[in-house]
């Protein structure tokens, strides 16, 4: 399995912009799909975006679609997710995973969790 981290999350103003960045561990990260997730209080833990191995093909959760940028630097063993006009709503923990088999929208598919890292939204 691969050692995730993430970080870049704080507190922003509603229409500013966050830079999330999970480093893994080990020499295969460019093996693993990536994806991040997140959960508000009192919510299930939802899909935001997934990336491909190289990085060709990309999936967004509606709710995020033109806002939300992921990518990957296998060189680094980093994916990033950059977040521009962030809403109230946007508020939870978010979390990186990665898994060697698939992209999936559910949670319950991706095999390795970073810790989470919180972003928090003022209105």
């Known amino acids: 399995q691969v050692q995730l981290v993430e970080s870049g999350g704080g507190l922003v103003q509603a229409g500013g912009s966050l830079r999330l960045s999970c480093a893994a561990s080990?020499?295969?990260?460019?093996?693993?799909?990536m994806g991040w997730f997140r959960q508000a209080p009192g919510k299930e833990r939802e899909f935001v975006a997934a990336i491909s191995t190289s990085g060709g093909y990309t999936s967004y959760a509606v709710s995020v679609k033109g806002r939300f940028t992921i990518s990957r630097d296998n060189a680094k063993n980093t994916v990033y997710l950059q977040m521009n006009s962030l809403k109230p709503g946007d508020t939870a923990v978010y979390y990186c995973?990665?898994?060697?088999?698939?992209?999936?929208?559910?949670?319950?598919?991706?095999?390795?969790w970073g810790q989470g890292t919180q972003v928090t939204v003022s209105s």
């Open positions: 995973a990665a898994d060697r088999i698939q992209i999936s929208r559910a949670a319950r598919d991706w095999g390795s």
């Open positions: 080990g020499r295969t990260f460019s093996s693993y799909a």
